[in-house]
């Protein structure tokens, strides 16, 4: 079991710059989340997969946010124009097909803005 | 909107003692998940209560689910250094499938 992968592991750029990361997921889970967690938080949910279709996304995930699955697979959340506000630790989950599984989640990609 | 609240916020507590978190949801929640972040690293699942009023144990981790479904409480028994870390509740989000709304977590730290 090669669980949940994200990358790069860390990222700094400067303001305005955009970013993009990766996860994978477990390979036989269906459906895929993106998290956001700042210091002394608990994880926010930005957005969520089932195989390619972005079902859901939060009203965090603002318009310069962007994510995909092209093929069910791997996803990448792709954030324009960066900000201060911004920097955070970007946390990848996936979970089987059915309802209401556990998510696995990966070590995540923390996004530093300068 | 939900909002998943947990206390207290922060707990010291000398090996062997005990230690319980709680966590209360502004709704009703079909079920409730709970998850462990080590300093460093990733959230795990723990636990996962559905039915109104559930307890399920793990070894020295006792998980409660409220009979209105609307809070949850870990207790843990007498602590060890290898229980360091964050405790997060979880419930779905706006209560529909598997997107989850956390609570702010109870970090714990254990004094060897």
């Known amino acids: 079991d090669t669980g949940v992968s994200q990358d790069p592991r860390h990222k700094i750029t400067k303001r305005g710059q955009n970013v993009t990361f990766r996860c994978d997921p477990i390979s036989e889970h269906n459906r895929l989340y993106w998290y956001r967690q700042t210091l002394g938080q608990g994880p926010e949910f930005l957005t969520y997969?089932?195989?390619?279709?972005?079902?859901?996304k939060s009203r965090l995930l603002s318009d310069r946010f962007s994510a995909e699955r092209p093929k069910g697979s791997f996803s990448t959340l792709e954030i324009q124009r960066t900000e201060q506000g911004d920097s955070a630790m970007y946390l990848c989950a996936s979970s089987p097909g059915q309802s209401n599984q556990p998510q696995h989640f990966g070590d995540g990609t923390r996004l530093s803005i300068l | 909107g939900q909002q998943v609240m947990q206390i207290p916020q922060y707990q010291h507590v000398q090996e062997g003692e005990d230690f319980t978190t709680y966590c209360n949801s502004s709704?009703?929640?079909?079920?409730i998940q709970w998850y462990k972040q080590r300093p460093g690293g990733h959230p795990v699942f723990l636990i996962q209560?559905?039915?109104?009023?559930e307890v399920k144990k793990q070894k020295r981790l006792t998980f409660q689910f409220g009979e209105a479904k609307k809070n949850s409480s870990l207790h843990i028994t007498a602590t060890q250094t290898t229980d360091v870390g964050t405790y997060f509740c979880a419930g779905p989000h706006n209560n529909a499938g598997n997107m989850l709304t956390f609570g702010g977590g109870t970090r714990l730290m254990v004094k060897p």
């Open positions: 997969f089932q195989n390619e279709a972005q079902l859901e």
């Open positions: 709704t009703t929640l079909s079920n």
């Open positions: 209560l559905v039915k109104s009023g």
